[in-house]
Every structure is written in structure tokens, then in C-alpha cells.
């Protein structure tokens, strides 16, 4: 909650102020996740924490048009990072080893989870999707074939 909802919260609050205060518009764009679009089980703080970002956008969307300033939020679907293998080497050793079944759950999850963000859209297709929503001031950025 503290990353996915509060650094969403954090960065609106240091410079949303600012942004109205110049009177000059401007936009901000949110990092959601089609997690708060739909739930698809598992990860309850995940999903309340990205549903919970959707709707912020949203309200502002509403609320900051008066004064010029425009609202995205970017839920993507799978992105071809590398993202998961960065997480398992960045992740700390701790306890006991995973007995062998344990240890072979973990390869084949985390070898799934790498095949599903291989079939997703390219990073430079994201940035260009957020910056064509920026552009047109439009509030959500869906990356998901499916959405």
C-alpha cells in the first residue's frame, strides 16, 4: 500500500500545488495496473492499492479541468521487462533453503511469470501510448490487447 497507493499520493502532493500555483496547466499521469481494473484473485493489497489509484485519477481527472491541468492513469497489462528477474536477484536470502518441490513451484512460477511479460508490449510502445494520452488528455492508458 505504501509504494503502489502512497508514493501515488507523495508525488500528487508535492506537485500538484505547484502546478496550480503557475497557473500554466499541465498533466499529471498516474502508474496503475489493469489490477485495479479488474481483480483476477490473490494480491488483495495489490489490487485494493491499484483500484484505489484508478479512482484517485479519476476524481482529479473531474476536479483539475477547471484549472487546466489534465489526468492520466496508466494501467498496463504485461510489458516485456525484465522486471521479474531483477526482483528475484535484487531479493534477499533469508531462512531455511526451499525443499525440492518448493524450489521447482518457484522455477515454474517464476518462469511462467517471465514468458507472460515476454508477450507483452515493448516499454517504448508504453511510453508512447502515455505520451499520445498526454497529448489528447485522455484519462486512462490501457497497454492490454484485451482492454
Known amino acids: 500500500m505504501g509504494i503502489n497507493l502512497g ?10 500545488p505547484r502546478m496550480v500555483e503557475r497557473a500554466e496547466g499541465g498533466h ?15 494480491g488483495v493489497l495489490y489490487h485494493t492499492a491499484k483500484f484505489a489509484v484508478v479512482g484517485l485519477s479519476e476524481a482529479l481527472y473531474t476536479e ?10 496508466l494501467c498496463p497489462g504485461p510489458v ?13 536470502r ?11 513451484q518457484a522455477d515454474d512460477l517464476y518462469a511462467m511469470m517471465t514468458a507472460i511479460l515476454k508477450s507483452g508490449v515493448s516499454p517504448d510502445t508504453v511510453g508512447q501510448m502515455v505520451l499520445t494520452a498526454v497529448q489528447e488528455n485522455q484519462l486512462y ?7
Request: cysteine-free; glycine content about 16%.
Open 7 to 16: 508514493g501515488v499520493i507523495n508525488g500528487i502532493q508535492t506537485y500538484l
Open 28 to 42: 499529471i499521469v498516474n502508474t496503475a495496473s489493469g489490477a485495479g481494473l479488474a481483480a483476477s484473485g490473490g
Open 64 to 73: 483539475l479541468q477547471m484549472v487546466g491541468i489534465g489526468v492520466s492513469v
Open 80 to 92: 516485456a521487462t525484465d522486471i521479474i528477474e531483477r526482483t528475484r536477484k535484487a531479493q534477499p
Open 94 to 104: 533469508v531462512g531455511d533453503p526451499l525443499s525440492g518441490e518448493k524450489l521447482k
Open 141 to 147: 492508458v490501457h497497454t492490454d490487447r484485451m482492454m
